[in-house]
């Protein structure tokens, strides 16, 4: 048997979304994270809980990608595909490499599948997979042989065949069985019989790449190098789930979240849950707008409130938001973006509530926007959210999207006596209080707790004096209000550290990207930068106040191009914000970026010609639609 050592290796499990075809990926992507590898995944499965078996929209996927050196994205196409029925053949087979390798699961090869996936024939007997390195396996049958003599019900036995599926590939890629037989038996420590018989299934799947003659060759991709410390594979909804722990310790105070379940972002609440040793209080409430009204309420009672949803709930927390701009109050909201507009896209990622988060109120009602890049960076910026809404009293909102909440990649522990403290500290003197008497600095008004004895006090969304609190309708004054709240969201920029730049300050082409972005488009301007290009990233965390480092350096290139999972919504603002041509790279697939597809877009303004007057053409660049 031959060992080859590779760099890197994506590969992608698909099948029924009953195939257990996360879990299988998820475990694998364990696996690879202990033997040092760095990981990237990116979870993909319909919307339905359970959509019809065999179906095409039915399909779920779980890709990984993990290397021997650092990687930031998932991968822009597989080398193996699992595929476990004709569906999932169907849909997957043409993001599979040239002579990439297939394993196709022959027992779900029945003409009424075929059938359901649109093939008019079997394509593997018709010679439609020449160019790849197809395994034909009978993972059903082979499966129930492992587990013959098993008390299971046949339907039961047959829910194992995912894990064949993984022991092969752990065969294959030179992984130890021991710890996954472990996780195993621990996952399903209520019911051990249905550990015992997984574990069977593991290890006959196993085994068969031991034995099957058509498996001449292990591949190994040795560890990665990390900075030092300790690591653990980390979700994007994990980890903004302890920022927020990590955020409220750091300000010395009881964190309370009121959520309302909806996709992408329940797993947060779920999350939560689990820190009440921690002090953390968690609601799910009955609706969105319950949801924000127990979070505003927590925050005038002097807790660091949170509350988290997708777009449509978004919308429905807008008005309450809005309250929370008025009394300026200190609130996180978490919007883990998806496809739209309505229902939309439920589990496809997109970057599409951009100018909701920024504009979706009534009124001149202004909020701090900031967004995650990764899964590991929703904890830092879930902490700066914290930091920022109770040090300018004010709400926040935080973005993240499906393609960072479900995606993991390795995460080095931080350690926490080393992270800055902000403690809060409210007003207890009553001795020449004013309600909206400011901070000079910061703008914001004191947070004062109920009941503090000569510190009573009112808010609400009435518009009130810009001293006293009193209810005032005088014209100057509310313009005087509406003007400050402004202007303290703008203070925030003396806090915002320095722009995340990949590359010089000047030069032919500035890629400038925000949020889950941040892998395809850095990946894409190191590969150019190491051919000579003059081509930099400038990632934004702060989208409001805009980083005030872009400013200084997006006049100094020739052309800038705007890379978004939307229409172009970053594009406008930078647009009306800097008064120069900014061209678009947009993408509304449900879909990430491809490293392919922004090195196409960037080549192609290296290579275009500037007008007459030296001004780049305004081109929308756009990723062609996979066929």
Known sequence: MDTKHLDRVVIRFAGDSGDGMQLTGTEFAKAAAEAGNDISTFPDFPAEIRAPAGSLFGVSGFQLHFSASEIHTPGDAPDVLVAMNPAALKTNLKDLVDTGTLIVNTGAFLEANLKKAGYASNPLEDGSLGKYKVHAIDI??????????????????????????????????????????????????????????????????????????????????????????????????????????????LAGKKLFYAGYPITPASSILHSLAKYKNCGTLTFQAEDEIAAIGAALGAAYGGSVAVTASSGPGVALKGEAIGLGVMTELPVVILNIQRGGPSTGLPTKTEQSDLLQSLYGRNGESPIPVLAAKSPGDTFYCAIEAVKVATRYMVPVMLLSDGYIANGSEPWLLPNLNTLPRFDVIHR??????????????????????????????????IEKDALTGNISY???????????????????????????LSGGASGDV??????????????????????????????????????????????????????????????????????????????????????REVLDAVENQLDAKHTDHGEPAAVVSQPQASA
């Open 140 to 249: 059903n049958q082979l499966t129930m042989s492992a587990l013959d003599g098993s008390e299971l019900s046949n339907k039961e036995k047959g829910r194992a065949k995912n894990f064949f599926a993984l022991g092969l590939v752990f065969w294959m890629y030179g992984r130890e069985p021991e710890s996954e037989i472990r996780r195993i038996y621990q996952q399903f420590a209520k019911k051990p019989e249905f550990g015992e018989a997984n574990v069977k299934v593991f290890k006959a799947g196993y085994h068969y790449g031991e034995t099957a003659e058509v498996f001449q060759t292990v591949y190994k991709v040795p560890p990665a190098v990390f900075q030092p410390g300790m690591y653990r594979n980390i979700t994007g909804n994990e980890a903004i789930a302890l920022g927020l722990v990590v955020g409220a310790e």
């Open 428 to 461: 207890t003197d009553p001795s020449g209080y004013f309600v909206y008497e400011r901070d000079p600095r910061t703008l914001a008004r004191a947070w004062v707790i109920p009941g503090t004895p000569g510190l009573e006090h009112r808010i609400g969304g």
């Open 474 to 500: 005088a014209p100057d004054n509310h313009e005087k209000q509406t003007r400050v709240r402004a202007a303290k969201i703008e203070r925030i920029a003396q806090d915002i550290g320095e722009l995340d």
């Open 510 to 595: 500035l890629i400038v990207g925000w949020g889950g972005t941040f892998g395809a488009l850095r990946q894409a301007q190191q590969q150019l930068a190491a051919q000579g290009k003059q081509v930099s990233h400038a990632h934004l965390r702060w989208l409001s106040p805009l980083e005030p480092g872009l400013g200084k350096i997006i006049r100094n290139f020739k052309r800038v191009i705007v890379a978004e999972l939307n229409m172009g919504q970053l594009r406008q603002i930078l647009r009306a914000t800097f008064l120069i041509d900014v061209i678009g790279l947009n993408k509304i697939q449900g879909q990430p970026f491809k490293v």
